[in-house]
């Protein structure tokens, strides 16, 4: 069955950084479009940002434009979030999800990242 699985989490310190890691199983993993939400307390899920299958083409919700980068590697069946310059703000859990057809389809359980003041 399909799969995801976050890693990387953690408590940091704002200016700091954190990479966050998606392993992908069950399905062709090179054939999607993956993607990053984030979900903080008391507030909806919120797109992060998502990754084409190839790498080509790459898109950020604007508040986290220059300081996160979205990557993946297609042998490893792999995703990744690059988070510099953390801010209190981006406290959430961090999810990975696999886009369908229409919409995403899937999501992984989670990875809580803290960001202290």
């Known amino acids: 069955q399909v799969q995801l699985v976050e890693s990387g989490g953690g408590l940091v310190q704002a200016g700091g950084s954190l990479r966050l890691s998606c392993a992908a199983s069950?399905?062709?993993?090179?054939?999607?479009?993956m993607g990053w939400f984030r979900q903080a307390p008391g507030k909806e899920r919120e797109f992060v940002g998502a990754i084409n299958w190839s790498g080509s083409s790459i898109d950020y919700v604007d508040s986290v434009k220059g300081r996160f980068t979205i990557s993946r590697n297609n042998v490893k069946n792999a995703l990744y979030l690059q988070m510099n310059s953390l801010k209190p703000e981006d406290t959430a859990v961090y999810y990975c999800?696999?886009?369908?057809?229409?919409?995403?389809?899937?999501y992984g359980q989670g990875t809580q990242v803290t960001v202290s003041s």
């Open positions: 069950g399905y062709t993993f090179s054939r999607y479009t």
């Open positions: 999800a696999r886009r369908g057809p229409i919409t995403y389809d899937t």
